[in-house]
């Protein structure tokens, strides 16, 4: 069942105290969603909560990679209602390096949050939504870096791909119960994310540094941008939901021509490694 529109919908997002997901949100708000809202920082959430006004019907700071933390909220949201019509997995960190510069640490918060911090989400929240038989919507927001094998973006690729292939497998097994799903693969994007990504190996005060991301702000989209995007893609059942051009483009490059694809990719990793700092 495609949901048309989300006035009165139940509709919960994660990572909604920024970036994206505050304002998908707001988005979601204006057409009247009834909202479930999450993110790991308490005062940034409630300023989103404040923000939004009285669309929310619940709120609460917890860490999507604790399993036991999302258990208790799911269980508090059933207890009031049977299902959700719509769980949207927004939260996400970032840390880029080359394997030699990334550390455990790395990995471990990659694959914890950004990969199964959603499973944790929907393990909770998708069940009921099939036993409610009403249908709805999934939207795991997952990156360029999960359909292009961007310089320096193992660890964080790991887990956007990881993400990208269970919402494959979702798509068409939730297909019966009248459940879409959306996969969305933003590029640059202006968020806080921009200036606190950390980058293993990288002096992030060297001068061509900070042009690099002088030229990746130039290009990125605003957080507004992408939740207009995500809700045409659930109104519309999208899978792929893009929220610029390049993106499409270069996926669509990826599949057609691939000797010329990996020989841009290759140049464009050589061309990174020049940033790094030297090993002692």
Known sequence: MTITNLRGKKTFITGAGSGIGRATALAAAREGAELYLTDIDEASLKDTVAAVGGAVASSKAFDVSDFDAVT?????????????????NVAGVAAWGTIENLEHRHWKKMVDVNLMGPIHVMENFV???????????LVNVSSAAGLIPLPWHAA????????????????????RHGIGVSLVV?????????????????DREDPRVKKLQRRFEQRAVSPE??????????????????????????????????????????????????????RS
Not at 72 to 86: M, N, R
Not at 127 to 137: D, S
Not at 229 to 253: E, P
């Open 156 to 175: 964080y690729s790991a887990s956007k791909y990881g993400l990208r292939g269970a919402s494959e497998v979702l798509r068409y097994d939730l297909k």
């Open 72 to 88: 208790a909220y799911a269980t508090e949201v059933h207890e009031k209602v049977d299902s959700l019509d719509i769980v949207m």
């Open 225 to 278: 941008k992408v939740a207009d995007a995500i809700l045409t893609g659930i109104r519309k059942n999208r899978y792929l939901v893009y929220s610029s051009g390049d993106i499409r483009f270069g996926y669509w490059w990826a599949r057609k021509f691939a000797p010329p694809y990996e020989f841009v990719m290759q140049k464009a990793n050589d061309q990174f490694s020049k940033l790094l700092r030297p």
């Open 186 to 202: 933003p590029g640059g994007v202006k968020t806080g994310l921009v200036d606190t990504v950390e980058i293993a190996g990288v």
């Open 127 to 137: 069940p009921p939504m099939v036993k409610a038989g009403r249908g709805g919507h």
